[in-house]
């Protein structure tokens, strides 16, 4: 078989092109520790509560060692349970010191929502019936917005709270 010129140059150069799209597609998809959900904790959406970690009373922030936080949320449309505090007002402002390592752990109650902490690599989907975790290390201070990336409902533009990551 004989291949004119150009055709030999054109079939090179769509090779390397494939070849350099699906390195960089790799790259990126992996880049900043971004991974898929692969987890597979499961949870029952109608009794979150039998798991210690999401009863009332530990949700929000917690801290398990010096430079080291938990934080639990129960999503639900469209609010964020981040717990109450010492006067039972809901909790929608997390502070977190800088250079701590912190452990989101969230579940959902009804429908598939979003945990985008903006700003940082904390972005996950939350599923009924799954723990979405995610552990991070928040080394610049400042406020970020926690918010639902996922389209819940009516209320899903409601859905957010912030985190202030303090000096
Ligand atoms: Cu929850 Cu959108």
């Known amino acids: 078989m004989h291949l004119h010129k150009y ?6 150069f769509g090779g390397a092109s494939l070849v350099l799209f699906l390195a ?11 991974h898929p959900q692969s987890h597979g904790v499961t949870i ?15 949700l929000g922030i917690t801290q398990v060692d010096d430079d080291k936080y938990i ?3 129960v999503a639900s449309a469209f ?6 505090d010492e006067d039972g007002n809901a909790v929608s402002h997390l502070e977190i010191p800088k250079g701590s390592t912190v452990l989101f752990q969230v579940v959902s109650t009804d429908v598939v929502h ?7 690599n904390v972005n996950m989907m939350v599923e009924p019936g ?5 552990e991070v290390q928040l080394n610049k201070a400042g406020e970020y917005t926690l918010l639902c990336n996922e389209y819940c409902g ?14």
């Open 7 to 12: 055709e030999k140059i054109w079939l090179i």
């Open 24 to 34: 960089i597609l790799g790259f990126g998809a992996f880049y900043l520790g971004t």
């Open 44 to 58: 029952d959406p109608e009794n979150v509560e039998a798991n210690e970690a999401f009863q009332r009373e530990n």
């Open 71 to 73: 934080v639990n949320v």
């Open 79 to 84: 609010n964020y349970d981040l717990g109450s």
């Open 114 to 120: 979003g945990f985008n902490v903006a700003g940082t």
């Open 130 to 134: 799954y723990i979405s975790s995610m």
């Open 154 to 167: 009516v209320g899903h533009h409601m859905m957010h709270a912030t985190v202030e990551v303090v000096d």
